[in-house]
Nanobody
Framework: QVQLVESGGGLAQAGGSLKLSCAAS????????VGWFRQAPGKEREGVSC????????YYADSVKGRFTISRDNAKNTVYLQMNNLKAEDTAVYYC????????????????????WGQGTQVTVSS
């Protein structure tokens, strides 16, 4: 069982930046796909950015392309999401997720491709 803990959320102004972190309880990043998802009030959880270990591909939702960057530090068992030029519509609870391959859902950053989830961290962007 993998435990994931997110941190780094908070309040930011539009145009500002935040960096989210997701620490895993065990060494998984050499073998698992990883992803960041978000859920705004009244909306479904959506994929923001995912890295598929199967083919090394990285997915970004159209709404965050050019603004968000996913990265991994395997030595620290930690995944990051750098969020720049934040917008009010980025306000949501952000979740990290991991799962062993293979799954086509990991390449498309679909929540059905991920088994392990963090508890979420709130990101609020004021306009």
């Amino acid at each position: 069982q993998v435990q994931l803990v997110e941190s780094g959320g908070g309040l930011a102004q539009a145009g500002g930046s935040l960096k989210l972190s997701c620490a895993a309880s065990t060494r998984t990043l050499d073998y698992y796909s990883v992803g960041w998802f978000r859920q705004a009030p009244g909306k479904e959880r959506e994929g923001v950015s995912c890295f598929s270990i199967s083919d090394g591909s990285t997915y970004y939702a159209d709404s965050v392309k050019g603004r968000f960057t996913i990265s991994r530090d395997n030595a620290k068992n930690t995944v990051y999401l750098q969020m720049n030029n934040l917008k009010a519509e980025d306000t949501a609870v952000y979740y990290c997720a991991q799962s062993p391959p293979p799954s086509i859902f990991q390449r498309t950053c679909d929540r059905r491709g991920f088994d392990y989830w963090g508890q979420g961290t709130q990101v609020t962007v004021s306009s």
